[in-house]
């Protein structure tokens, strides 16, 4: 994946969204990933003097696998029959092992893509495939241009050119790692803060 040669403020809401304001989603937590945790330290200690970029706490690590609405919009009662959904369609999906090596810039931030990243894809799918079956194809998200597909180390919070970001990132010596993934976490997810936080819900457990 290339770098991109500017960079834009993440620091901005997105639509619907507002302070004290949270949403149902389903992601992948990664803070417990132990290989993960000391690649992201390596780039990020790389990264701590340079402007522009917010690091990302590492207990908030994650892959943002699909957004399904807001908590002041859904229904309570939908939430067990969506887990339930979502616990069926994941049957035949195995545990995800994912790779994670190079940095990137991205557009906002910089990021770890994971490899290989139809896995992603492929997960996702079940997912807004479990949202139709109880909320209706209408209902459904639609697909953000640029979907997750990677861990973010920090975000920037300036516009400008990336030069320094990629040189910093080209230039610091990391080793790749893997990450094992028995579940998904339904999160209530809040955007008030420099990084996305949140309160697990619920999880389902994949190829149960």
């Given at each position: 994946?290339?770098?991109?040669?500017?960079?834009?403020?993440?620091?901005?809401?997105?639509?619907?969204?507002?302070?004290?304001?949270?949403?149902?989603?389903?992601?992948?937590?990664?803070?417990?990933?132990?290989?993960?945790?000391?690649?992201?330290?390596?780039?990020?200690?790389?990264?701590?003097d340079l402007?522009?970029?917010?690091?990302?706490?590492?207990?908030?690590?994650?892959?943002?696998?699909?957004?399904?609405?807001?908590?002041?919009?859904?229904?309570?009662?939908?939430?067990?029959?969506?887990?339930?959904?979502?616990?069926?369609?994941?049957?035949?999906?195995?545990?995800?092992?994912?790779?994670?090596?190079?940095?990137?810039?991205?557009?906002?931030?910089?990021?770890?893509?994971?490899?290989?990243?139809?896995?992603?894809?492929?997960?996702?799918?079940?997912?807004?495939?479990?949202?139709?079956?109880?909320?209706?194809?209408?209902?459904?998200?639609?697909?953000?241009?640029?979907?997750?597909?990677?861990?973010?180390?920090?975000?920037?919070?300036?516009?400008?050119?990336?030069?320094?970001?990629?040189?910093?990132?080209?230039?610091?010596?990391?080793?790749?790692?893997?990450?094992?993934?028995?579940?998904?976490?339904?999160?209530?997810?809040?955007?008030?803060?420099?990084?996305?936080?949140?309160?697990?819900v619920a999880?389902?457990?994949?190829?149960?």
């Amino acid at each position: 994946m290339p770098h991109v040669d500017q960079v834009r403020n993440h620091a901005r809401w997105r639509p619907g969204w507002r302070a004290g304001r949270t949403g149902y989603a389903w992601l992948l937590p990664l803070s417990d990933q132990p290989g993960l945790r000391k690649l992201v330290n390596d780039y990020q200690y790389a990264l701590r003097d340079l402007p522009g970029f917010d690091l990302v706490p590492l207990e908030w690590m994650h892959i943002l696998v699909q957004e399904i609405g807001f908590t002041d919009e859904i229904d309570e009662a939908r939430i067990e029959p969506l887990v339930a959904a979502t616990r069926k369609r994941l049957e035949s999906v195995l545990p995800l092992t994912l790779a994670f090596h190079h940095a990137v810039v991205q557009p906002e931030s910089l990021s770890l893509p994971a490899e290989p990243q139809s896995t992603i894809i492929e997960l996702r799918t079940a997912v807004r495939e479990a949202l139709a079956d109880v909320l209706g194809e209408a209902a459904v998200p639609p697909e953000p241009e640029d979907v997750d597909k990677h861990v973010s180390l920090a975000h920037s919070t300036t516009d400008g050119p990336a030069i320094f970001a990629v040189a910093t990132l080209s230039g610091t010596q990391v080793e790749p790692t893997t990450a094992k993934l028995p579940t998904l976490s339904l999160v209530k997810l809040n955007r008030d803060h420099s990084c996305s936080e949140w309160e697990k819900v619920a999880e389902v457990p994949l190829g149960s």
